[in-house]
């Protein structure tokens, strides 16, 4: 009893919402490009391209503000890479997120040692990071307002963007388009909307959005920068948006649920107990979960066996 | 000239237009960090090949990633994007500790055993995405980048507890039986014998894809699967089956680092061989002879880099920034124009019903299918 | 109704792609508010026509008059602002948007940053009511019929201010209600004032529908005629003309057994709609067995399920006396049918490969080719010499890929490896398609050779011509039925012509299936 308690408490809910919160910002970006049929691996490395920036500026300018927009510009000019490659160049886009991937976590590497001269990591007191606040009105309330107090501001301006990104892609004409084009690239050239620049756009949103993931990990989960240190998120960001079926809403919830179990996975490990295989669930599920989709797809159309992969 | 790239089967100029290509921005890196690039370039060259001890660390260094480049070639080959050779190399790296540890025969049984063991665990694993990818059309490339962390946290488990030496501090194993070592025959380096795994199984896939029929079902099924289906190709079956030989070079390409380097399973022992091997075979476009000079190139620009890192003010993460950027540069479709034999044939094709469609999936297969 | 004005003129309109001359010299007038219907075989150049007046293609020659002003396209979406509206054969609609979200899509009213659904709604109900195409705006389209999807797409075209709708064969597509359907909503768009180009094959619904028909042959309009002053005979012969047929030297077959039978076979197509339905027939040892039809009448279907590729529904296809419903391609091979693909570079070869691994493609599952998996290279290498040289093919190397031979030389290719297997049924579908004269002539000769072999033959052509020359019997197909079966002999063109067009059917033993 005493622990599940341990595992299961207020505590832990909070903390697996700032473990949420980039795997949130990451795969909204991810939505727009999963939306426009490009699969976005590359997020992984905007995310530390977006990580070093942030700490960059913050450090030679103290200015929060300026660190979140370097981060964004940032993360934009790295999906630009990858767009101008995986869509204009025609580059397989599997491979463009891998080489931007690798990009990101050699070349953060190289600037951090070529203009910090350290190693591993680089924490200073002169790197700013997000302010927290607690979350008007609702902080306020008995018992569950401990949820909506003392996270860094990006925590919330996340979740306020699954509804921003909602209304985007299913009430503006933008995120008609960005749906038409990964649905039916044809149908929508046809009535003179352009497929790749959309998709280069939908490339762009993605960065902006990895940037933000990026200055949160480096400026609001910690505040320095740690080679290497998105490890992973973007893959999961990835899951994400398949755990949750591509929409905003259900990405929002798989990134809670994975947030939940990696909070509840290091509470264990305190415990003394092995977390890797609470920490393996967002991928198995995810695995799991886009097996029934298809075996689902297959049954249905179970006729058309000529049909090739 | 001529001959060489036939051999190789692919056109060696654009690879070298790509690394002229990273090398130029390189040397701008470098000129902005203040150092000078011709200093650097030449120390990462002698790093790489400036004598015995340089020249069979980059021996050393290229092993695993001519094995995962072989792996992820067969693969790419029959049109499947198996980016899961980091999930096999860990789990048959496992099983070559296992084996390696706890059975006790003479040498020329545990080496091949224990082989064949890492062999088996990698294609078994292999066999998931290649079997959902096959029959339900699963998209492979997502299901095996997710299962390489499953494959790498439930290794860390196993080596963080049941498996742990415990006289050690770092999350490691105790030692392989020296019956399971590959042999070092060229004291006092560490290269071992696993180089001829790798050379004689590049030269068997070489000979594979060229004489025999599997070889001829994966080649057709990656070019066109259509055509494969018509002739009478399985094409399910063979998507399968080229998995699966991936997947159990993967698991060699494990426990060959196990056996001959390591002599211990280390959690997170690999830098990234499943992907490094992504890289080497997509420069030698999927040639197993290509592979062994690709990666040969790669574990001697890596070494060369260490070097470097060394003897200058230059840091060896430089180097694999220039590697990112030869990747874009060599697989940049668009970029350099398509022959004018390629371009007719495509309107040719254009012009047939019901082709255009077709073309237009090829290119949304660059994307991905839900 | 005033019919005098004319809204569409185009003058002298010449298209030619490569050698050939799709369009020749073309005079084509559209009155308006009538519905003018555009005829003629496959390959007579009416899709090239109205792809030229859609801006699709370029013209070499010629002008276009529009309501009084001369067009000069840049591409589709200038057509729609010139309001030229087009409905293609293949639907161009999203499935998981709504009907309105598709009708408005690229031109969107917006309210502030968002997307106005409620002016988008209100534009497509009234759309609706105006010319009685009944839609449910807020339905996904993959839960759309066939026919409300092409409501959809004229609606689309209506909104975007056409004038002047080109209708590309849409009663393909329908079944005999929603061509009903259809059929009013057309009559009702005439009388508020919209000229329809009506683009089809079948007679019947052109004489109901149309007020003027031009007939189109070989890339020349042949024929302008009122509607109400026509036949279908007259139809068919406009249509197929009277030309100097392609001669095959043959002597008279002489059938043996049946090698393939085929009973009520029920095929269905790409979306599960039965495209063959309940046909019957025999191929019989040293004879042609040619099947008529205009294209998309259910001949891939049927080829494609003889073969292997394609599931059969129900009804049984017998070769030799083995099933071959639920068998694999492979033991459909190995029971010795060979198999001409209708799409040579799709399926029929493999671009990116070698000829010699072309030539060699599922022979190199069996001995004498391989043994124990391993391609026995000496055997290969005498094969494709022989066969390059028996077959006439032109190539510098055998090495080369597949994709830098001419259309014959690669049509040949396919041709040597599929009669090399010796299989005694030879299903051959548009066997000279795309194919230079000399080619054609070669491989005519060869399939008449096989015939005298005595190795039954099913020939599937969309060129008429082709299948009067060669089979000694034929079917024909229409709308996945066998319609007529005749003699070769004693048929003439303009007779298969009218079958082909629906404006005929002989009532055919086990033709109706269910």
Redesign the interface.
């Given at each position: 009893m005493d622990i599940l308690h341990n595992l299961f408490n207020l505590g832990t809910l909070v903390a697996g919402i700032r473990i949420a919160t980039p795997i949130l910002l990451a795969g909204l970006g991810g939505l727009h490009t999963m939306q426009?049929?490009?699969?976005n691996?590359g997020m992984e490395g905007m995310m530390l391209f977006g990580a070093f920036s942030a700490v960059l500026v913050s450090y030679y300018t103290g200015s929060i503000i300026f660190a979140t927009i370097a981060a964004i510009l940032v993360g934009v000019l790295a999906a630009v890479?990858f767009g101008l490659?995986?869509v204009?160049?025609?580059?397989?886009?599997?491979?463009?997120g891998?080489?931007?991937n690798?990009?990101g976590?050699?070349?953060t590497?190289?600037l951090l040692?070529?203009i910090f001269h350290v190693r591993g990591a680089l924490s200073h007191p002169k790197i700013v990071g997000f302010p927290v606040m607690d979350f008007p009105v609702l902080s306020s309330l008995p018992y569950i307002g401990e949820l909506f107090k003392g996270h860094s501001i990006i925590v919330y301006v996340a979740f306020l963007m699954v509804f921003l990104v909602h209304l985007f892609l299913y009430r503006t004409p933008k995120g008609l388009h960005i749906r038409s084009v990964?649905e039916h690239?044809?149908a929508a050239a046809s009535v003179g909307i352009s497929p790749d620049r959309i998709?280069f756009q939908a490339v762009m949103i993605s960065g902006f959005f990895c940037g933000l993931a990026g200055a949160y990990l480096s400026l609001a989960q910690t505040r320095m920068f740690v080679e290497n240190m998105v490890a992973?998120r973007g893959?999961i960001a990835?899951?994400a948006i398949?755990f949750g079926g591509g929409t905003p809403v259900g990405t929002m919830l798989a990134a809670l649920l994975f947030g939940f179990a990696e909070a509840v996975s290091l509470r264990l490990q305190t415990l003394g107990f092995?977390s890797?295989?609470v920490?393996?669930t967002p991928?198995?599920m995810?695995?799991f979960i886009?097996?029934i989709i298809?075996?689902v797809?297959?049954v249905h159309s179970q006729k058309r066996k000529?049909e090739?992969? | 000239m001529k001959r060489l790239s036939q051999i190789f089967g692919c056109n060696l100029l654009r690879p070298m237009l790509a690394i002229g290509i990273a090398m130029l921005i390189g040397t701008f890196?470098i000129l902005l960090?203040n150092q000078d690039p011709l200093f650097a370039y030449s120390k990462m060259f002698k790093g790489a090949f400036g004598g015995f001890s340089r020249i069979t660390e980059s021996i050393e260094r290229s092993i695993p990633i001519v094995l995962t480049g072989l792996a992820t070639a067969v693969a790419f080959r029959t049109g499947v994007?198996n980016?899961g050779v980091e999930g096999s190399l860990y789990l048959g790296a496992f099983a070559a500790f296992i084996v390696g540890h706890y059975v006790v025969a003479p040498s020329i049984i545990h080496v091949p055993l224990t082989l064949a063991v890492a062999a088996l665990v990698g294609a078994a694993w292999a066999f998931i995405p290649g079997y959902?990818?096959?029959?339900?059309?699963?998209?492979e490339?997502?299901?095996t980048?997710?299962?390489n962390?499953?494959a790498i946290?439930?290794t860390?488990?196993l080596v963080?507890?049941p498996f742990k030496d415990m006289t050690a501090g770092s999350q490691q194993t105790p030692l392989i039986l020296d019956t399971a070592h590959l042999y070092r025959f060229l004291p006092p380096s560490r290269v071992h014998i696993g180089i001829f795994i790798a050379i004689f199984l590049a030269i068997f896939l070489y000979w594979l894809f060229?004489?025999?029929?599997?070889g001829?079902n994966f080649?057709?099924t990656g070019?066109?699967?259509?055509?494969?289906?018509?002739?009478?190709?399985?094409?399910e079956r063979t998507?399968i089956n080229s998995m699966l030989i991936s997947g159990a070079i993967g698991g060699i390409a494990g426990a060959v680092q196990i056996m001959g380097i390591l002599h211990r399973f280390i959690d997170q022992f690999s830098p990234g061989y499943g992907?490094e091997g992504?890289?080497v075979s997509?420069l030698a476009r999927n040639h197993p002879l290509g592979i062994l000079a690709a990666g040969f190139f790669y574990g001697a620009l890596q070494t060369g880099a260490t070097y470097m890192d060394r003897t200058t003010e230059?840091?060896k993460?430089?180097?694999?920034?220039l590697?990112?950027?030869i990747?874009?540069f060599v697989?940049?479709?668009?970029?350099f124009t398509y022959t004018k034999?390629n371009g007719a044939?495509r309107k040719?094709?254009e012009?047939?019903p019901?082709?255009r469609?077709?073309l237009?999936e090829g290119?949304?297969r660059?994307?991905?299918?839900? | 109704m005033p019919q005098s004005e004319i809204l569409l003129k185009m003058q002298g309109i010449s298209k030619s792609?490569g050698p050939v001359k799709a369009n020749d010299n073309i005079n084509f007038e559209v009155k308006k508010g009538e519905i003018h219907a555009l005829i003629g075989e496959n390959g007579a150049g009416k899709t090239t026509l109205m792809k030229i007046l859609f801006g699709l293609h370029k013209p070499d020659s010629g002008t276009i008059y529009f309501a009084g002003d001369r067009l000069d396209l840049t591409g589709p979406k200038d057509a729609m602002a010139k309001g030229i509206g087009m409905v293609h054969q293949h639907f161009m609609l999203i499935p998981s948007l709504t009907v309105t979200e598709n009708i408005v899509l690229g031109s969107e009213p917006k309210k502030n940053l968002f997307f106005d659904i409620k002016a988008a709604e209100e534009q497509v109900i009234r759309i609706s009511n105006e010319y009685g195409l009944k839609v449910d705006p807020k339905a996904r389209i993959r839960d759309c019929s066939v026919g409300i999807q092409q409501r959809v797409e004229i609606i689309k075209a209506l909104s975007r201010g056409a004038e002047l709708l080109i209708l590309d064969e849409p009663t393909a597509v329908l079944t005999p209600q929603e061509t009903r359907d259809l059929f009013v909503v057309l009559r009702q768009m005439v009388k508020q004032g919209m000229t329809i180009i009506f683009i089809s094959h079948k007679l019947k619904e052109v004489l109901e529908i149309s007020q003027r028909i031009t007939v189109m042959r070989a890339g020349k309009v042949v024929g302008v005629v009122e509607t109400g002053a026509t036949s279908e005979e007259q139809l068919a012969s406009l249509m197929v003309g009277r030309q100097v047929l392609l001669r095959v030297e043959k002597r008279l077959s002489s059938p043996g057994r049946n090698i393939l039978e085929v009973k009520k076979l029920w095929v269905s197509d790409q979306r599960g709609l039965p495209a063959v339905r309940g046909v019957s027939f025999n191929v019989r040892a040293g004879e042609i067995l040619g099947v008529a039809g205009v294209e998309g009448n259910g001949q891939t279907e049927l080829v494609e399920a003889i073969?292997g590729?394609r599931h059969i529904e129900s009804g049984q296809v017998l070769k030799d006396g083995n099933e071959l419903a639920g068998k694999?391609?492979?033991e459909i091979?190995k029971l010795g049918v060979a198999?001409i693909?209708e799409?040579?570079?799709?399926?029929?070869?493999?671009?990116?490969?070698s000829i010699l691994?072309n030539l060699?493609?599922?022979l190199?599952?069996d001995t004498p080719f391989?043994s124990k998996?391993?391609?026995n290279?000496k055997e290969i290498q005498e094969f494709v010499e022989k066969a390059v040289e028996d077959y006439g093919i032109k190539v510098g190397s055998v090495h080369d890929p597949v994709?830098?031979l001419s259309?014959g030389n690669a049509q040949k290719v396919v041709i040597a490896r599929e009669l090399a297997s010796d299989a005694n049924l030879i299903v051959a579908a548009q066997p000279t398609r795309?194919v230079d004269i000399g080619a054609i002539e070669f491989i005519h000769r060869l399939i008449v050779q096989k015939r005298d072999e005595g190795k039954g033959i099913l020939l599937i052509s969309a060129d008429l011509q082709e299948v009067l020359s060669l089979s000694d019997r034929l079917i024909v197909l229409y709308e996945g039925q066998i319609v007529a079966e005749l003699v070769t002999r004693q048929t003439t063109e303009e007779e298969v012509g009218l079958y082909m067009t629906g404006g005929k059917r002989m009532v055919v033993e086990g033709g109706e299936g269910v």
């Open positions: 426009a049929n490009i699969l691996i890479i490659f995986g204009k160049f025609k580059c397989n886009i599997i491979v463009a891998i080489a931007i690798l990009f976590v050699a070349f590497i190289y040692r070529s990964g690239a044809e998709r992973g893959f990835l899951a398949y092995p890797q295989f920490l393996m991928y198995l995810t695995v886009l097996i298809s075996y797809k297959k000529y090739i992969a | 890196i960090s994007f980016a959902t990818k096959a029959m339900y059309k699963v998209d490339t997502v299901t980048i997710l299962l962390y499953v946290l439930f860390a488990y963080a507890i060229r004489r025999t029929i599997w001829y080649n057709m070019m066109n699967p259509h055509y494969a289906n018509y002739i009478g190709i399985n094409v998507m992907f992504i890289t997509l230059v840091p993460e430089l180097i694999t920034s590697v990112a950027i990747i874009f697989t940049a479709e668009g970029l034999q044939f040719k094709l012009n047939i019901g082709v469609k077709l237009q290119v949304d660059n994307g991905h299918s839900t | 792609f073969c590729l694999s391609v492979r091979r198999h693909p799409d040579r570079f799709t399926s029929g070869l493999c671009g990116e490969a691994e060699i493609g599922g190199h599952l391989s998996g391993v391609l290279k994709k830098s259309g795309g």
